[in-house]
């Protein structure tokens, strides 16, 4: 099993920056793909950006140039730096975390919320 704890989310004004980070416990070696998901309200979760164990990046087109996930040499934990940021990019941002195997896992959330 693995968990997963989200921090780094809070207010901010339009064009601002904010730093996530994802920190991951237990069987933390199994992990294959670690990433960022958004639900705003009244919508559904969508794929911000990813990362595999090789390193290789993805990233939605609403966020690519402004977000940026990485992590350290130790693989654990991950961030997602938010650049430029906009009131559409308010929402619940959890942390994700595919398995070599089936499993996957969430985090619980935090909240961003771009607002003048």
């Known amino acids: 099993q693995v968990q997963l704890v989200e921090s780094g989310g809070g207010l901010v004004q339009p064009g601002g920056s904010l730093r996530l980070s994802c920190a991951a416990s237990g069987s933390i070696f199994s992990i294959y793909a670690m990433a960022w998901y958004r639900q705003a309200p009244g919508k559904q979760r969508e794929l911000v950006a990813s990362?595999?164990?090789?390193?290789?990046?993805n990233y939605s087109d609403s966020v690519k140039g402004r977000f940026t996930i990485s992590r350290d040499n130790a693989k654990n934990p991950v961030y997602l730096q938010m650049n430029s940021l906009k009131p559409e990019d308010t929402a619940v941002y959890y942390c994700y975390a595919q398995m070599r195997g089936p499993e996957s896992y969430w985090g619980q959330g935090t909240q961003v919320t771009v607002s003048s």
């Open positions: 990362i595999t164990s090789g390193d290789i990046t």
